[in-house]
C-alpha cells in the first residue's frame, strides 16, 4: 500500500511558474512509476508527466518544454516544476503510482491539489 499527499497548489499569474511536490509512503517508492494527472472542471482527467523507476520520462503535447517532472528516491518524493503556466493549466492536479509502468494503470492516487492560472 502507498499513500501520497500532494503539496505545493496554489494561485498564480500566467507566465509564473510553480513546484508541486508528492510525498509517497512505504519502503518501495524506487519501484514504482509517478506521474501527474489533472482533471479542470468540465474536461475529462489528463495525462500530464511521467517517470519510470530509471528516470525515463513522458509528456503530453501540451505541457512539454514547459513541465519537467523529477523523483528523488532519498526522500520518497516525486516533483512537478510548472513554468510559462497557461491558464488552460488550471486544474486540480493529482499525484499516481504505478506498478505497471509510467504509461499503464496506476494503483495508488493522492487527494489532489489545486492549481489556478489566472489571466
Known amino acids: 500500500q502507498v499513500q501520497l499527499v500532494e503539496f505545493g497548489g496554489g494561485l498564480v499569474q500566467a507566465g509564473g511558474s510553480l513546484r508541486l511536490s508528492c510525498a509517497a509512503s512505504?519502503?518501495?517508492?524506487?519501484?514504482?512509476?509517478m506521474g501527474w494527472f489533472r482533471h479542470a472542471p468540465g474536461k475529462e482527467r489528463q495525462f500530464v508527466t511521467a517517470?519510470?523507476?530509471?528516470?525515463?520520462?513522458y509528456y503530453a503535447d501540451s505541457v512539454k518544454g514547459r513541465f519537467t517532472i523529477s523523483r528523488d528516491n532519498a526522500k520518497n518524493t516525486v516533483y512537478l516544476q510548472m513554468n510559462s503556466l497557461k491558464p488552460e493549466d488550471t486544474a486540480v492536479y493529482y499525484c499516481a503510482a504505478s506498478t505497471a509502468g509510467p504509461l499503464n494503470e496506476y494503483d495508488y492516487w493522492g487527494q489532489g491539489t489545486q492549481v489556478t492560472v489566472s489571466s
Open positions: 517517470i519510470s523507476w530509471s528516470d525515463r520520462t
Open positions: 512505504g519502503r518501495t517508492f524506487s519501484s514504482y512509476a
